[in-house]
């Protein structure tokens, strides 16, 4: 457990200087479209979920071999150091044998170090594992509060259905995805939205928030991977306009954003 514990925080570290990387690109290049953003997302998301680190083939020596050398040179020195200090204490009892000898200070006592690193990284593993099920804990609360509300949909046809509790169109599920819509749009409006969201599923954009999820709460303790999921989440968005504004064209831009922002207001609202 407390090998997994260290593995998460260097994979953590290393996520932090890759989100870091991600961020001066995505300013950088803040005209391309958000595709290209999203894909680096996808690769970090890649680095989380399945942690993993190369081997050098620079040092030829195996590190069991290594462990061993650097272990017996070790034991080595410090039987030269205990024969060195007995010479020297023998030495000055024969030269001043009336003077009170003062020996080399003995090897610090390792235990207590060891057992205050220990306590620590005791101490840390318990927060990180209680941290990871407070996030589970109150995911599978809110998941089971929105299946009670989706209970009241109404169905339409295919996956999707109609909810006038909601004020923004969703997907549920992971094994068998639904598209949830709210009530109050129009025919066309809700044409867009569909859209929207069928191209959502095509990309299984769903399941990659998901793992997102996940991968947010193992690494619950770092920030720059909770920015990183929010920035993930609006690419996505985003980069799922591009291509729905390319498959209506460009005639239908205009009632796709008015849509958009009926959407984020929760009401209808013309654009002027």
């Avoid at 095509?202 to 920015?227: E, G, Q």
Wanted: proline content about 4%; glycine content about 2%; aromatic content about 12%.
């Amino acid at each position: 457990m407390e090998n997994l514990f260290l593995s998460v925080v260097n994979t953590s570290i290393a996520a932090s200087i890759i989100i870091l990387f991600i961020i001066v690109l995505r300013f950088l290049f803040k005209k391309s479209p958000k595709k290209f953003s999203y894909i680096l997302w996808l690769i970090l998301l890649i680095r989380l979920i399945v942690p993993f680190s190369f081997e050098t083939e620079l040092n030829p020596m195996p590190d069991k071999f290594m462990k061993f050398t650097n272990k017996s040179y070790i034991e080595n020195m410090e039987e030269k150091r205990e024969t060195i200090t007995d010479l020297e204490m023998n030495k000055e009892e024969i030269n001043n044998p009336n003077k009170e000898i003062v020996g080399f200070p003995t090897k610090p006592d390792k235990s207590k170090t060891n057992e205050k690193e220990f306590s620590i990284k005791n101490s840390l593993l318990y927060i990180w594992a209680v941290g990871i099920l407070i996030f589970l804990i109150n995911g599978i609360i809110a998941n089971k509060k929105l299946k009670d509300q989706l209970k009241a949909s109404n169905y339409l046809y295919d996956n999707i259905y109609e909810n006038k509790n909601l004020n923004t169109a969703f997907i549920h599920g992971i094994i068998n995805p639904k598209i949830y819509i709210p009530n109050y749009l129009n025919e066309k409006e809700r044409e867009y939205i569909i859209i929207h969201e069928k191209t959502h599923l095509k990309r299984y954009d769903h399941i990659i928030k998901f793992l997102y999820y996940i991968a947010l709460s193992i690494h619950w303790f770092n920030p720059l991977i909770w920015l990183a999921f929010i920035l993930m989440d609006r690419d996505m968005e985003l980069s799922c306009d591009e291509v729905v504004m390319e498959e209506i064209g460009i005639n239908g831009k205009i009632d796709y954003c008015e849509t958009l922002l009926s959407l984020a207001t929760g009401h209808k609202m013309k654009i002027i």
